[in-house]
């Protein structure tokens, strides 16, 4: 039996914070889905469908980590595409000013800011960005603690809907072994479905002012190293 431990209104945020560089850039849809390994990284592949701008120099991910447990961003990849047009770019690393096709990479306190260069001249594009945080997943002695911030600071811009779903690595645990708490300011947030494979969320209209936070408790044996 799939165990819903509980939505609190409170605070969601797996990865992180999203800012933008201007306010008039707009997201239509968001799907994150994220896998889970055996060292207790999160390996995050965002698809944000998104309309920017002419006057926007460039977009901003905004990532939130807590570095006082060691955790870290790394295996950034940038790509963007248009919308019912096959063929995908692949941005490359560029550490000036950004123009379409480049990215950069900034970290300070504890957030790191991917940066992706917009197209001045079609403002429709879905972009794909990934990347891996690393030392997410905290082991104890009863159970391994997943705490992830997908939002913690408030948006500069209106998203439509926001989707994931985050995979466990394979384990002989059962339903029963899985707890999560999704903590947002948000009453439509929904945790979809929890069991010992996968957890789904999604969410319609967020707006300024947001926060999202999941919580999960999972069994030790889904993992073979973590950070104590």
């Known amino acids: 039996m799939k165990r819903f431990a509980g939505l609190l209104i409170f605070t969601i945020c797996f990865l992180c914070g999203v ?22 990284s999160l390996e ?5 469908e998104m309309n920017t701008k002419s006057n926007n120099d460039f977009i901003e991910r905004k990532i939130f980590v807590n570095k006082s447990k060691n955790e870290k961003v790394e295996n950034i990849s940038v790509s963007a595409r248009y919308p019912n047009v096959s063929g995908e770019r692949q941005f490359e690393f560029f550490s000036g000013d950004l123009k379409f ?18 197209d001045k001249f079609n403002s429709n594009l ?46 002989k645990a059962s339903d029963e072994d899985v707890n999560a708490w999704l903590k947002t ?27 999202i936070e999941l919580k999960t408790l999972l069994p030790n044996n889904m993992f073979n190293t973590l950070v104590n």
Request: hydrophobic residues 35%; negative net charge; charged residues 20%.
């Open 19 to 40: 800012v933008f560089a201007a306010q008039e850039t707009s997201t239509n849809n968001l799907n994150i889905l994220t896998n889970v390994s055996g060292d207790g």
């Open 44 to 48: 995050v592949f965002e698809t944000w």
């Open 101 to 118: 096709g480049m990215y950069n990479v900034s970290d300070s306190g504890d957030y790191y800011f991917i940066r992706c260069g917009v």
């Open 126 to 171: 879905i972009y794909n960005i990934s990347y891996t945080i690393k030392n997410n997943v905290v082991g104890h002695k009863d159970c391994a603690e997943m705490k992830w911030y997908i939002f913690k600071d408030e948006l500069l811009t209106n998203l439509g809907s926001v989707s994931g779903e985050i995979y466990f690595p394979k384990s």
């Open 185 to 211: 300011n948000f009453s439509n947030m929904q945790l979809e479905e929890i069991s010992d494979k996968k957890i789904a969320f999604f969410v319609n209209n967020l707006v300024g002012n947001s926060y």
